[in-house]
């Protein structure tokens, strides 16, 4: 009979080897560590979320079609507190335009904080773009939208705002 579960085991993939194992990838609401539709990925043990829980930032260089060099990077923190579930996504994008010159960076910031009590979703979304002409000259475009959502996935909340802002150089540095 230890050769029939041998070979089953040898049948099954990893991912089906993990969902035997663990049945909180089943949709088990009954569970105390999970009873928030969507909150699968939470770790039982720690409260801390099983993709990327604690502090990583990862930074990298790509190349666009014009052969501009994109310097970017990403960091996510997540947060238990008990009662709400926070996972912080950052991430950053700078280059310069090799034609015109100008810099160019984009930073991002994505917060979902999802409260426990009510099982309700809170997303807020910051973008701040900001560019920097030959002459000095800085515009910041900052957007921020934020979303409330009930546990049946209903909007209830909605707000968007975008403010501009720009400084010139007046000391020509």
């Known amino acids: 009979m230890a050769d029939n579960i041998?070979?089953?085991?040898?049948?099954?993939?990893?991912?089906?080897?993990q969902e035997r194992r663990n049945p909180r990838d089943r949709g088990d609401f009954s569970r105390s560590y999970r009873n928030c539709p969507g909150d699968a990925d939470t770790d039982k043990k720690t409260g801390d979320q099983r993709t990327g829980a604690?502090?990583?930032?990862?930074p990298w260089k790509e190349t666009d079609k014009s052969g501009n060099i994109h310097?970017?990077?990403?960091?996510?923190?997540?947060?238990?507190?008990?009662?709400?579930?926070?996972?912080?996504?950052?991430?950053?994008d700078s280059w310069t335009d090799k034609?015109?010159?100008?810099?160019?960076?984009?930073?991002?910031?994505?917060t979902v904080t999802k409260d426990k009590s009510?099982?309700?979703t809170t997303t807020s979304n910051t973008t701040?773009?900001?560019?920097t002409q030959k002459d000095g000259k800085t515009t910041w475009k900052?957007?921020?939208?934020?979303?409330?959502?009930?546990?049946?996935?209903?909007?209830?909340h909605e707000e968007k705002q975008t403010k501009?802002?720009?400084?010139?150089?007046k000391w020509g540095i």
């Open 6 to 17: 041998t070979k089953d085991r040898t049948r099954r993939t990893e991912r089906q080897e």
């Open 164 to 169: 501009t802002y720009s400084a010139d150089n």
């Open 118 to 120: 009510d099982c309700s």
């Open 142 to 156: 900052v957007t921020t939208q934020t979303e409330t959502r009930d546990r049946n996935n209903n909007k209830t």
């Open 128 to 131: 701040t773009d900001r560019t």
């Open 99 to 110: 034609k015109s010159g100008i810099e160019r960076q984009r930073d991002t910031e994505t």
């Open 71 to 92: 310097t970017k990077s990403s960091e996510t923190r997540t947060t238990n507190d008990g009662s709400k579930h926070t996972t912080t996504t950052r991430t950053s």
């Open 54 to 58: 604690g502090d990583n930032k990862r």
